[in-house]
Structures are given as structure tokens and as C-alpha cells.
């Protein structure tokens, strides 16, 4: 049997669309189809003339732009597994994933190399760095071979993607050549592209691969347009000047950019779909985002489904509804898209929730595009995948048009601007503070960002350390947004068997947050 490989997607896109513009930086570089596929051709070769072997682990720090999506195509052509890193992480955090990915080489943009050369000395792991702009290009340049081939076996790796789970450590997703075909074209489908579509990179690329995104507008043989952070001015310009057609994003992004002075005038009458996911897009965002001519499509997923597996997919009838009845049809989390054969909504028992708006239970996921597990992490990948389900840790009900709606969340996860923080991460760093004999984080409501972390912290005997001491402590370790947005001295509610009581918390917060 022909193994699956996204790969094929740009060997194809520049088989047929050889002239088409592929892929834009708006600061400056722009390659058709037959100039990024010729760039990651040079790329697998420059892997394998590395040295790295099938299977062995390939990291990119960078912004979005041509060089992180080439690299979505050269290293998993040369038999390599992309790592492709966050951009905004604590130099504790890269330490950890290239460690533990025991990563060969790091391709790394200047803006990111200090931090990194900061951190090699202790690693026992050494990658080689190639630095963008300038070893990179003479890598490419002196690089020669097959180019990129596809797999000969399609269950091979091609990404691990860390993301920040409910246990104190990053845990690396792993993405096989055939889950990452099909989400791509899942995407594909979901989103309605086509080789017309101009898609602006709003969403990090590193974030599941940009929810397989950087597959899938290649397979569709779309334009890339690349912006290194999706500042409002700049997504508005960007999407006036290539006349964007689709985007992608955490409701923050959307918000952002309608209540942005600029937006006054923004009418995109060649209309422009922009699919929210990471959180529910509020009514507001939905009003706000029809003003300006965007139909918002809102898309659920997670990194272990390799982004989108369900969709609020619209009904023709609800165009005739008042808009804020759309709008709360459209906050549902929805059905599965087409690559996705079941999703359940279940009670502790494993039965299936009467469809009936109101009985609460946790969506699991049977999927071709469920992750192959998590790398080194047996017992993890097991708890997850238990019966032959992902398990989410959302809490939903389901509706009696079988549309599933998210209630609330089971796991210890805190989700700002569509990033995962784990409280017990936060927790672990704050308890290492000399100051603090106990800790706990948890998320509050916030208007922009969704939710934020909070901190609830007992000074240990003696300590005076003050809220800045503490929250600078975490800066320094952590991504910035990690960071507790607000600290309370209290000592800890606990149950009777010593587990800190996190609801009791979270009200505290609340009120707190909005005072
Ligand atoms: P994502 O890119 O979807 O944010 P993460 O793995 O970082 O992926 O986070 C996944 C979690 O985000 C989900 O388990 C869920 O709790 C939350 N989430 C994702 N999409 C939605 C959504 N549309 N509505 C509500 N929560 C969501």
C-alpha cells in the first residue's frame, strides 16, 4: 500500500502550480511553489548530509515565516521528526524539550540565540545550530541529493509537538506521516480552500503545526502570507493588501483586531473566513468579526488531535436567525469534522450523555488523527489513550441536534490567548522560591485573554517575599504568560484528605479578578 505523506503535498504543489506565489513574508521574501519546493529538496539534503538519521529529531525556533514551513516538508522529507518550538518559552523550557527530544539540530532565528547559547553549556544533549539567514542559507546552497522523500512506511514520525500538560513537564505529541495527511485534509475540507484561497498565518506555526495548516494550504496549492506575530495593525494591513481570504486564530486575535482603531474602516468585501478555536468565540467577537465583513467558523481540537477535530459546522437554516441566537448556536464546539470517525460525550461510567443540553460528561475522541502517543512517556500515552479513546479532560454536553457544547474543564489546565499553561508547572516554579512553603495556581475568567493564571501562595516561616519577588521569579523561568497575573498570601483550603481545594480557589479568584 502507497504510504501517506504530507509531504507529497508540496512535491505536488510544485508539480502544478509551479509559477503560483506559495508563500509570502511581509518582510520581504516571497517563493512560488516551484521555489519552496526546490528550498525544501536543498533542505532534506542538507539533513541528511548532517548526518541525521530516520527518526531522529530536527527543532526550528522561529517566528512564522518560508523558513519554518519549508521546514514542515525538508526535515520529515529526509526521514527526520520536526520539533518545531515555541517562540515564546523560559530558557528552563527549551532546555527541557531539546533534551528530552534529544533534538541534532537546531535551526534558530538570531532574535533566539542568545537565549539558547545561554543554555548549550549545560545540555547533555548538543545539537548542531544553524542559524537563519546566515548558516542556513549556505547549508542549503551546498546541499545536494533526492530531495525530499516521502516514507516508505506512513505510521513514521513527523512532528512532536511539547505542549503544556496537567503534570509539571512539557510532554511531546507525536504526529505520524498519516494522522498529519489526514488532518491536513480534514482542514481542507473544513475551512472550504482552494489553490484562489490566501490564507494570513495569524496562528503560530509552531502550535500543532499550525493545526496542520502548513499542510494544508500547501495541499490546497493556497498562497501562505506570513506574519512573524499577529499585531492588529499589521493583520488588518496584510489582509487589505493580499486580499486574505481565510485565517486562523484564538478569539484574542479576532477581538483584538476589531476593536483596534483601524478596524473603523475595515470592510473586506471579498469576504474573509477566520476559524477560531483554543476557546469559544464570545457573541461579541462574532458581532464584532461580521462588521468587518469576516464569517467566523469555530473550530475545538487539541495538540493530541493534531488540532481541529470538531467544528461548529453552520447549518443553512441558522442564516436566518437573529444574531445573537447565531451567535449562541455558533459558541457550540460542534461535530466531528470529515477525518474523525467518532466523538462521545460519556459519563464516568463510559455511557453516552442524554442529548439533552444539560448532563455534563467527558468528550473521547476515535480518530485516525489522535496522536501515536506521547514520546517517552508510556504511562501518560496509556492514561490517555485508555480503551482506545483519547480522553480530553473537557467536560461538555450534548445538544439534541448532536452538536457537543463545552461546559467546562477536568483537567489542570489554564488557557490564555489559545496557549496552554499548566498550573502545576506554575506551581512547581513558584514552590522552588526559598519564600514559599505552599502554592497554588489556578485560572480565572479574563475579558481578552480568556482566562489567566492566578496564584495562592503560604510564605514559608519567617519570609517576607513580596507579589513582584514572586511573580519576577516565575518571569525568569517561565514563558512570560505563564506568569501569575496576581498573587494572594493565604494559607491553602484543603479537603480533608490534603488536596488543595481548586474550586474554592477559583472563586476566590474570580472575585479578586474583578474587583
Ligand atoms: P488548541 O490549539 O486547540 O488550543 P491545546 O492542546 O493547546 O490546543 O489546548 C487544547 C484545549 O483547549 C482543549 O482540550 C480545550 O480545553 C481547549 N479548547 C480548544 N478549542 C476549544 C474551543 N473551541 N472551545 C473551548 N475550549 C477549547
Known amino acids: 500500500m502507497t504510504p501517506l505523506s504530507p509531504v507529497d503535498f508540496l512535491r505536488r504543489a510544485g508539480d502544478v502550480w509551479p509559477q503560483a506565489p506559495a508563500v509570502s513574508d511581509v518582510s520581504g521574501a516571497r517563493l512560488t511553489y516551484a521555489e519552496l519546493r526546490g528550498r525544501a529538496d536543498r533542505l532534506a539534503d542538507a539533513i541528511r548530509g548532517a548526518g541525521v ?220 473566513r477566520a476559524a477560531v478555536g483554543g476557546a469559544p468565540p464570545a457573541p461579541q467577537v462574532i458581532e464584532n468579526a461580521e462588521r468587518m465583513g469576516m464569517e467566523i467558523l469555530h473550530l475545538y481540537g487539541m495538540t493530541e488531535t493534531y488540532g481541529p477535530s470538531l467544528v461548529c459546522e453552520p447549518q443553512g437554516d441558522w442564516a436566518a436567525e437573529p444574531l445573537r441566537r447565531r451567535a449562541e448556536l455558533s459558541a457550540r464546539q460542534g461535530v466531528r469534522t470529515a477525518v474523525v470517525r467518532q466523538v462521545r460525550v460519556v459519563d464516568p461510567a463510559g455511557e453516552d450523555v442524554p442529548r439533552d443540553g444539560a448532563t455534563l460528561g467527558e468528550i473521547i475522541v476515535d480518530s485516525a488523527t489522535v496522536m501515536a502517543g506521547y514520546f517517552r512517556d508510556e504511562a501518560a500515552t496509556a492514561e490517555s489513550l485508555r480503551g482506545g479513546w483519547l480522553h480530553t479532560g473537557d467536560l461538555a454536553v450534548m445538544h439534541a441536534d448532536g452538536y457537543i457544547e463545552i461546559r467546562d474543564r477536568a483537567k489542570d489546565i489554564i488557557i490564555s490567548g489559545g496557549e496552554n499553561i499548566s498550573s502545576v508547572e506554575v506551581e512547581h516554579v513558584l514552590l522552588d522560591h526559598p519564600g514559599v512553603a505552599d502554592a497554588a495556581v489556578v485560572a480565572v475568567p479574563d475579558e481578552r485573554w480568556g482566562e489567566v493564571p492566578v496564584a495562592f501562595v503560604t510564605r514559608a516561616q519567617g519570609s517576607e517575599v513580596s507579589e513582584e519577588e514572586l511573580i519576577e521569579h516565575v518571569r525568569s523561568r517561565l514563558a512570560r504568560f505563564k506568569s501569575p497575573r496576581r498573587i494572594t498570601f493565604t494559607d491553602l483550603p484543603r479537603t480533608a484528605t490534603g488536596k488543595v481545594q481548586k474550586g474554592v480557589l477559583r472563586e476566590r479568584g474570580r472575585s479578586a479578578h474583578r474587583d
Open 53 to 272: 538519521e530516520r527518526g531522529e529529531r530536527v527543532a526550528v525556533l522561529a517566528h512564522n515565516g518560508h523558513v519554518l514551513l519549508e521546514s514542515h516538508f525538508g526535515v520529515p522529507g529526509a526521514g527526520a521528526v520536526l520539533v518545531a518550538l515555541n517562540t515564546r518559552l523560559g530558557p528552563d523550557e527549551y532546555a527541557y524539550i531539546l533534551e528530552h527530544s534529544e533534538s541534532r539540530v537546531l535551526i534558530v532565528d538570531p532574535a533566539h540565540l542568545p537565549m539558547i547559547e545561554s543554555i548549550l553549556p549545560a545540555l547533555s544533549t548538543q545539537p548542531a545550530i544553524v542559524l537563519i539567514g546566515r548558516d542556513y542559507e549556505s547549508w542549503l546552497s551546498g546541499s545536494s541529493g533526492p530531495g525530499m522523500q516521502p516514507p516508505d512506511e506512513e505510521n513514521d514520525l513527523i512532528a512532536i509537538n511539547y505542549t503544556s500538560g496537567t503534570t509539571g513537564t512539557p510532554k511531546g505529541v507525536m504526529y505520524t506521516h498519516r494522522g498529519a495527511f489526514l488532518n491536513a485534509l480534514g482542514d481542507t475540507l473544513t475551512f472550504r480552500l482552494g489553490p484562489e484561497s490566501v490564507y494570513l498565518w495569524t496562528l503560530p506555526m509552531f502550535h500543532c503545526n499550525g493545526w496542520c495548516f502548513t499542510w494544508a494550504i500547501t495541499a490546497a496549492g493556497a498562497h501562505h502570507v506570513c506574519l512573524p506575530r499577529p499585531e492588529p495593525a499589521q493583520v488588518l494591513a496584510a489582509i487589505a493588501e493580499y486580499r486574505v481570504t481565510h485565517l486562523c486564530g484564538a478569539p484574542v486575535v479576532i477581538s483584538s483586531l476589531a476593536t483596534h482603531p483601524q478596524a473603523g474602516q475595515a470592510r473586506f468585501p471579498w469576504g474573509v
